[in-house]
């Protein structure tokens, strides 16, 4: 293949288009950004966005740990289901009180209420 020479305005140059990138992003928050883009998929937008906060570090580490407990005990097809051994219940247990305190101290309006059970009087 020979190398097309111009020799009158502009100089040729490689015109493919990037279908499929990656681009990363940091914030003055210490947050990153991951936007994954494939244009042969769809052309408009990205097809994921991925934002880490330092943060939520701990809380999304803590969901890896839950999910993965959880998988194992997911019924798969025909299956019998699995009992739940004693130590993985309190672990299960432990995991989701962990999560449910960082997110409620981050937003405590969603803190469940708890309710006083009614006094009657008596006669």
């Given at each position: 293949?020979?190398?097309?020479?111009?020799?009158?305005?502009?100089?040729?140059?490689?015109?493919?288009?990037?279908?499929?990138?990656?681009q990363n992003f940091k914030d003055h928050t210490g947050e990153?950004?991951?936007?994954?883009?494939?244009?042969?998929?769809?052309?408009?937008?990205?097809?994921?966005?991925?934002?880490?906060?330092?943060?939520?570090?701990?809380?999304?580490?803590?969901?890896?740990?839950?999910?993965?407990?959880?998988?194992?005990?997911?019924?798969?097809?025909?299956?019998?289901?699995?009992?739940?051994?004693?130590?993985?219940?309190?672990?299960?247990?432990?995991?989701?009180?962990?999560?449910?305190?960082?997110?409620?101290?981050?937003?405590?309006?969603?803190?469940?209420?708890?309710?006083?059970?009614?006094?009657?009087?008596?006669?």
């Amino acid at each position: 293949m020979e190398k097309k020479i111009e020799r009158r305005g502009r100089i040729a140059e490689n015109d493919t288009i990037i279908e499929v990138y990656t681009q990363n992003f940091k914030d003055h928050t210490g947050e990153t950004f991951t936007w994954e883009w494939d244009k042969t998929k769809f052309p408009n937008g990205p097809l994921s966005v991925e934002i880490k906060d330092p943060q939520w570090a701990n809380f999304d580490r803590l969901e890896k740990q839950l999910s993965t407990l959880l998988t194992k005990y997911e019924v798969k097809g025909s299956q019998r289901k699995q009992r739940i051994t004693k130590s993985d219940k309190l672990e299960i247990e432990q995991l989701e009180n962990e999560i449910n305190e960082i997110w409620y101290s981050h937003f405590p309006e969603d803190r469940p209420k708890v309710r006083k059970k009614r006094v009657t009087k008596t006669k």
